[in-house]
């Protein structure tokens, strides 16, 4: 839950420091946006159970650097539908039926996209937008607490 | 014993709870709102959880999302804290509901304490005194007359629906009563819109005196001494010690066993206090049970070496606790002082405000319980509580000194805090002497202010 780390905020990161940061905290992919330039590593052998340092280094990592403007992914105008409540993520009504939106499905806004179940009542959560859903960021059947991402929706315009 | 507990609460109690469970070995789980995302709680404990955002209503007070925390991390049991839900009969209720164990007593002693007149009853039954007076309103003057005769004067006539020291009157003889039965009467018409009168016993020159028990599951249940409380300002604790200075040695017992009367009359089970008032002659009368561990807790652990909080996850979890108690179990002289971003000199306005720099005070017997630290933004949507410094000496006179410089050597600066304020009690006379009531800070007004 609450053990994670986010990388926002203004300041520009070299390559290195981002790969450091990969290779520190063992991480198999890490994305970081800053000041125009976006940032993702990718980590083939990690993570590796409890690698040194030196075992971990950054031979291994595929390093992508872009420019955000250019990226056909830009993830700026991209509207977060967070938990409104802390509890349990699903994605579907029923364990058997199938999810309500998947990634590129498009919603109205206001349609149902998920369920945070709370003290056993399923609360749905309605999409604040119209557009079409970019990213699933929680799977499903993960706890999440109040303010969590649970989606990413593209806006229509 | 539990594996994981949840807190639901904040500042210096949660992380006292966290203290507990570190050396008890259980896994802790704060569930905190967005505007306690930065603080020691969240840093210190296994694992955190926000339940809302910073308006207490929407989090820490919100039900659904605190057992849903609790549901989501495997939580066994919630530890309440003070205030916020920790006297919350419904919350306790669905808890138990929810198979999850309510670090408290059981929801039926807290409806029953909670409810003033119904606490009362109980305690009268129990055979612990409460302060004589009309079991409901006056319908006449004759009625107040016959019953104040009958429990004596002084009294005091107040308006049912009073409240800020209007529609009261203390009448000290007979002579004066029915005169002040027709104003209070026409000030509370005019002031409330209801002209209902009732009468009680004035209790003079009251020091607030509690007694601290606890309880478990299979019904033992013990006393562990009192503490003073009457420092206080409109009914709120400033500073508290243990025992009480100048009792009785025979009002000691009363006291006690009228407390363990109470605790025995509705099955009580974990931490309580059973608050007294005490009058000159050292009369004492039961006020209220507060059903849960206090702010002032610490000043019963210095003087009998038991954690608190402990014993009440033990009794929680249905084992008995870890000691026995017996008279010459007390040691010593405890203090505690609780530090406020407030300013005494402005009414206790709240100062809430960065904490620019921050040094707590050390030596011999001097615990500082606080969730600050230097560059701690104090949030204004909490109370203000900021630290709390308890102190622990072979005596009052010992004790007292510790407390005076550990004020004076505590450094908090950003924000107003009342440690000045408290640094100036401990050297009035009154307070040395141990000769104050709760009346003793209307007394002493120029102890708000700073020295010219």
Known sequence: MARRGSARGPAAFSIDQVVELAVRHNLAELEVEAAGTRIRIVREHAPAASGSRADAAPASAAVVQQPAAESVESTAHLVTVEAPMVGTFYRAPKPDA??????????KEGQVICIVEAMKLMNEIESKVAGRIAKVVVENGQPVEFGQPLFLVDPLR | MFHKILIANRGEIALRVIRACREMGIRTVIAHSTADADSLPVRLADESVCIGPPEARLSYLNIPSIISAAAITDSEAIHPGYGL?????????????????FIGPSPEAIRLMGDKAQAREMAKHAGAPVVPGSEGPLAVVDEAQALADSIGYPVIVKATAGGGGRGMRIVREREALARAYATCQAEAGAAFGSSELYLEKFVEEARHVEVQ??????????HLGERDCSVQRR??????EAPAPALLPETRAGLYKAALAVANSVNYASAGTVEFLVDRADRFYFIEMNTRIQVEHPVTEMITGIDLVREQIRVAAGEPPSFVMNGNRLRGHAIECRVNAEDPARNFQPSPGTITAYHPPGGPG??????????YTVPPFYDSLLAKVIVHGNSRAEALARMRQALDSFIIEGVTTTIPFLSRVMRHPDFIAGRVDTKFLEREPQLLQPPA
Do not use: S
């Not at chain 2, 009914?235 to 508290?240: I, P, Y």
């Open chain 1, 98 to 107: 199938p999810p309500f939106v998947a990634e590129g499905d498009v919603v």
């Open chain 2, 213 to 222: 028990v606890l309880g478990d599951r299979n019904g033992m249940r013990l």
């Open chain 2, 235 to 240: 009914h709120q604790k400033l500073l508290e």
């Open chain 2, 85 to 101: 839900l920790a006297e919350n009969p419904a919350f306790a209720e669905i808890c138990r509901a929810c198979g999850i164990t």
């Open chain 2, 366 to 375: 001097v615990r500082v319980d606080t969730h600050i630290y230097a560059g």
